[in-house]
């Protein structure tokens, strides 16, 4: 059963990719899927993400209902401790890797993984050696990154980090529900806080 639900968010989000340009020009999609048996891990974000998911646009609806239908089933994780983040934001953010070295689909090529905030959340200055492209899933958030204006995002819309480039952000009202793409060394290497 949920090996369907899986199938059919990989299909969603690969919608959403041929439909974004900026995700297309990112890199190629990969070839080498394969399906991978992985426990679910539930975190407060589990329930949360599918009550609270934000507002989708006409061409992103189909992902969040497809990535809030996987929600029960998947690996959800942290990586930040409470001492880093503080324990509002445990209780209200989650990532998962839905294709990846370590994803529910096994690729070798590319990594993409989802990543939800809740309202009114503070995602402190971080760096990582790979690059990545935020596209937005539903809702809205501020961002920040060295070297750039602040931008706030939406359903749709993309962000791209570069290499060590120290990025942030910001969720006011809205939660935010992102869909990431990876790329470059050291993709299995998680993100390192940075001082503000
Ligand atoms: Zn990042």
Known sequence: MSRLLFEQALAAARELYTLTPAM???????????????????????ELMPLLPGAAS???RHLQRALAAISPF?????????????RDFLDRYGWFELVGPHGHFHSAKLRMTVGYWGPDLWYPWHEHGP?????IVSGSAL???DGEE??????GET???QSRQRHALQTE???????????GEGLDAMPQMSAA
């Open 24 to 46: 297309r020009e990112f890199r190629d999609w990969p070839d080498d899927l394969l399906f991978v048996n992985r426990p679910a891990s539930p975190v407060p974000a589990t």
């Open 58 to 60: 006409g061409y992103t």
């Open 74 to 86: 998947v690996e959800w994780r942290h990586t930040y401790s409470e001492a880093e983040v503080g």
């Open 131 to 135: 690059e990545e492209l935020y596209t």
């Open 143 to 145: 961002t920040l990154a």
């Open 150 to 155: 602040d931008r706030r995002v939406t359903a």
């Open 159 to 161: 962000r791209l980090h």
């Open 173 to 183: 009202g809205q939660p935010l529900l992102a869909f990431v793409l990876w790329r």
